[in-house]
């Protein structure tokens, strides 16, 4: 494969990932690129093509799976994860996930990784359920 081929199919696969996370997330993938860029260079986008573009299209899960497998991995990361849990919440529940399936996920994790993880988890998506619910009540 030339470089060419490359910086193509590296675009494609960020083009297709920038349409997934647009669609999922509360942010955009050039919101999402240009902030993770000022930590380190180049990284957002990488993040875009190999989440977004590759892994969350590939077959045998849908979205909606793929948020909660997601929700429950980086709740199993504690508090270095719930960043990333508040993020993909909203998006599990866009892609049909409901509210008792995510604190369902975060339960089990208590099996893998403690309850006291599991607990910051839940606490975590109280917060983002109440954040949801606020913005709804204010429209």
Do not use: W
């Not at 260079?41 to 909660?68: A, C, H, Q, S, T």
């Not at 998506?125 to 619910?133: G, I, K, P, Q």
């Amino acid at each position: 494969m030339s470089v060419s081929d490359s910086n193509t199919t590296r675009q494609a696969l960020y083009e297709k990932g920038a349409q997934v996370f647009d669609a999922s997330l509360d942010t955009t993938a050039a919101e999402f690129v240009k902030t993770v860029d000022g930590m380190a260079p180049g990284f957002g986008r990488l993040i875009v093509e190999m989440e977004f573009g590759d892994i969350y299209n590939r077959p045998g899960l849908d979205i909606k799976i793929r948020e909660l497998v997601i929700i429950a991995s980086c709740a199993a990361l504690g508090a270095t994860g719930i960043g990333a849990v508040k993020m993909h919440i909203p998006a599990a529940l866009r892609h049909g996930a409901t509210r008792a399936e995510i604190v369902e996920s975060l339960v089990q994790v208590a099996m893998a990784a403690g309850l006291p993880t599991s607990l910051g988890a839940l606490q975590a998506a109280s917060e983002v359920f109440a954040e949801l619910d606020a913005a709804k009540a204010h429209q």
